[in-house]
């Protein structure tokens, strides 16, 4: 355990040193990390991370392992620009209990420029906000879990555990990265993930399935447009029917377990839809990708099955489709969800320290989202914590995060880091 005045060091320097921590996240901020493109931003944090003297390792994921693992996605890009890095502190003395704080580093695309105040990787400040893609989801929280753990040596702290920080690509569509980090090997006694959730921790969270459907019909000029089998049609009359298996799975959502709360909380999104190649032709094709969502509890591969069972009924019965089967493959995330189970010792360290360090109790939610912890929760059975600041308009036009937020989770996250892995005096000269 800490000392009050061991505490109070911490939460001193975590203070002392927070413009300097949001200058490092504008930077941050400021330094694209599109999907398959993060490298100039994975620079910074290993530079970070050699500048507090861990020890890194940095891999490019390699798609035939990763594909290896039974929590992987699937893989349908170039990995040759995706690395992960991970730092790793090693204690001199061994006696408290090992942590990793991960995060990812790949942000989704910015959308219409023009829809944003300025532009997406400006990186403003303004009235306690700090604006750009990536800002709130989830640079804050990345750049935190370091800023963090400099604070406690800062404080002449020395954790008695190993700690490794993790800086991931891939959440965002597969959550590849950080399966490749479990599969390097790496284990500790608990995850936090300082992911954007609003100041309150993450209890469960929903599984989510990318995928792609392909209709082919049959062009003709649109003035004999009934001798043409049109592939939009097709694919809006498919689409119709996939929202009836949606609603079927919100419609005792009131019954799922952390979900009471929540109105219609597993989404099917159309994300990206295409088709045809002329106005006056009958569209011969329609692609579109489409994400889904559903309940901890219930796995992917039942996921996947109720879809493809919902796309060949649509094909056999909906006269739109001409009988046609489309072709569906799967894209990216194939994730089950998770819940972390109230109770464990991580969970009661970071209450403590999160109460310690706002002044009142830590909250808790049920997120609608994806995120990486079911890949230590499921597969190595390790309790995930998800816990960050406030973001606003996250996929968005105008994301940003609260600095006052951040302050609040990065002191947080300090005084677990001193509670959870055990602190000794640093005597060293320095
Ligand atoms: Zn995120």
Redesign the pocket.
Known sequence: MTTAEQREAILAAVDARFDAQVAFTARLVATPSLRGAEGAAQDLIEEEYRGLGLKVDRWTLDPAEVSQHPAAGAIDVDYSGSDVVVGTYLPAREAGRSLILNG?VDVVPTGRPELWSRSPFESTILDGWLYGRGAG??KAGLAASHHALAAVMAAGLRPTAHIHLQSVPE??STGNGTVSALQRGYHADAVVIP??VGGDLVRAHVGVIWFRVRLTGEAAHAAEMAQGFNAVDAAYALIGDLRRLEARWNADSASVRHFEELVHPFNFNVGLICGGDWASSVPDWCEFSMRVSFPPGQSAEDAWEQVLDAVAQSARDNPALHGAAPAVAKTGFFADGYALEPGSEAEEALAEAFSSAAGRPLGSRTMTAY?DSRVYGLFDRTPSLVFGPVCERMHGADERVSLESLREVTRALALFIADWCGVEEDNSPR
């Open positions: 990812h989801d989830m959440e965002e992911e954007p995120i």
